[in-house]
């Protein structure tokens, strides 16, 4: 097969399970607390790969292993809790807009902390698809009530800009199921104590117990954390980082399907950014 069709596909299956994300993180806060979802996002995220990790964590060097769990510190843990904890406040419109810097944080991270060269036109299709995303949101107007939580959504995507680059430059020669495994295992460990004290399982005992926002919660754990995790390796070691991080830019598709089902109104002007959005990832990956 075709590798930029293997690129692609990756690239929308990503797409479609983070992009739903949002809805999922809301559904879970519904019933219990912000820090609660997160955590338990990432005890599910590494229990559903928990079987890889036995395999893996015996062939992996130890020197790598702490470098294996600060990815997973940088790309998983902090991220979830600062996402839900900004999503209390701020509505989906302007998390989507900060969310989209991660590309930008991605390439200012291998230039700065890498040096690592890029190309003008990596730049330019990067802005391109920035102005997209704006676009997109712009025409559906910005709640900025509580705009200073943006600066949680505003980290978590240095988060990721660093998380990306690390991963392309210490820990290419591994497979993607042995990074997230060891990575989503040492962050379930150490999110499992928020659980623990923040009385979590006493709320199941009673006849109003949330199982849907747990559900939800444990859905985001092992799709978006786990099986997208491995998804998104494989996509940095195939199709470097820059690449990768586009795939922020297209989470605000996924947005307007959701929409679409709720209901809501979809004129061409969100038509038109899809169309930007998609021209700045081309423009970002033309050889």
Not at 161 to 182: D, P
Not at 183 to 212: K, Q, Y
Not at 231 to 252: E, N, R
Request: with cysteine.
């Amino acid at each position: 097969m075709d590798k930029r069709l293997v690129h692609w596909s990756i690239f929308l299956l990503l797409s479609l399970t983070w992009g739903s994300s949002f809805i999922l993180m809301k559904i879970g806060m519904e019933g219990l607390q912000s820090y609660q979802v997160a955590s338990v996002r990432m005890l599910a995220g590494g229990l559903s790969l928990l079987p890889f990790f036995f395999k893996y964590i015996r062939q992996t060097p130890r020197s790598k292993i702490p470098v294996i769990i600060l990815s997973g510190i940088l790309g998983n843990g902090i991220p979830a809790y600062l996402f839900c904890l900004a999503e209390t406040r701020i509505d989906s419109a302007l998390a989507g807009i900060l969310n989209a810097l991660t590309p930008l944080m991605a390439l200012l991270a291998g230039l700065v902390i890498f040096k690592s060269p890029f190309e003008k036109k990596q730049l330019i299709g990067v802005s391109i698809g920035l102005l997209g995303v704006v676009g997109l949101f712009a025409a559906n107007g910005v709640n900025t009530g509580y705009w200073y939580y943006g600066f949680f959504i505003l980290l978590a995507t240095i988060c990721y800009g660093v998380n990306i680059s690390l991963v392309h430059h210490y820990l290419k020669g591994f497979s993607s199921v042995q990074l997230s495994s060891i990575a989503l295992f040492f962050c379930a460990v150490f999110t499992f104590p928020v659980l623990l004290f923040s009385n979590f399982f006493p709320l199941f005992t009673g006849p109003h117990a949330p199982w849907i926002p747990l559900s939800a919660a444990t859905t985001l754990g092992v799709l978006g954390s786990g099986i997208a995790t491995v998804l998104f390796y494989i996509l940095i070691q195939k199709a470097g980082s820059v690449f990768a991080s586009m795939v922020t830019y297209a989470l605000p598709v996924v947005a307007i399907g959701w929409g679409l089902l709720a209901g809501e109104q979809i004129g061409w002007v969100q038509v038109l950014c899809l169309g930007v959005i998609l021209g700045g990832v081309y423009l970002v990956n033309k050889k």
